[in-house]
């Protein structure tokens, strides 16, 4: 997978491309769920350790009561499948779980979807702000295209002055606890049809470039 996604970013074909390759191919029917496997901190923030909740080891596969808190304001970056960094699209799936989803502790995430490295590529899915107590029923966010990489920005503090497990601090720790995220693998097919796509933008570059 990192050959498609290295060769569609020095052809410049990107998130274009894969869109296209989605669009062009029926691969919803053929679609396994994956789960996240690996994750990067980008932006850290503090964050409580009751629970184990700062081992992002818990936000890994499928949704088991135990999670990862995100730290106020962090940003943290999770891939997926086996071996990690696999292709997906949408939709996807997040699970927050908070003191058995009690209303009243309120979290949200801004949710964002791209190609590892190349910043460009990053898009924001919706619902935005993803907000826990309004995606218990239905943890559901949605996006278009192709990717490898689902980005979390807490936005718990910024939008609700954070958690309320001290009403006069609002807790100097906490952020979107993270039970499990998943997304739909591209079939081997459809990632074969993304390298010949790229190839040919390759093909294509280098006619522009000796054609100069």
Excluded: C
């Excluded at 992002?56 to 949704?63: E, L, V």
């Excluded at 309004?134 to 990489?149: C, K, Q, R, S």
């Excluded at 609002?170 to 074969?192: E, K, M, N, R, Y």
Aim: aromatic share 8%.
């Amino acid at each position: 997978m990192g050959l498609v996604i290295n060769i569609l970013s020095k052809t410049g074909v990107g998130v274009l491309a894969i869109t296209a390759a989605l669009t062009l191919t029926p691969i919803q029917a053929d679609a396994a769920t994956i789960h996240a496997t690996s994750a990067d901190i980008i932006v850290d923030g503090p964050r409580g350790t009751a629970n184990n909740r700062d081992e992002i080891s818990n936000a890994f596969g499928a949704a088991d009561g135990a999670f990862f808190e995100l730290g106020y304001n962090a940003v943290v970056e999770f891939q997926f499948g086996t071996p990690t960094g696999q292709l997906f699209f949408g939709p996807g799936s997040l699970i927050e779980i908070t003191l058995n989803n009690d209303p009243s502790w309120k979290e949200a995430v801004r949710i964002e979807v791209g190609i590892k490295g190349d910043e460009s590529s990053f898009v924001t899915a919706q619902p935005n702000p993803f907000k826990n107590t309004e995606t218990f029923a239905n943890p559901v966010f949605t996006f278009d295209g192709i990717f490898d990489t689902v980005r979390l920005t807490d936005l718990t503090l910024a939008l609700f002055g954070g958690n309320p497990s001290n009403l006069s601090t609002q807790g100097a720790t906490g952020g979107f606890d993270v039970d499990a995220i998943s997304v739909s693998a591209v079939p081997l097919p459809a990632a074969g049809f993304l390298l010949v796509g790229a190839l040919g933008g390759l093909a294509a570059l280098r006619r522009r470039k000796r054609a100069s």
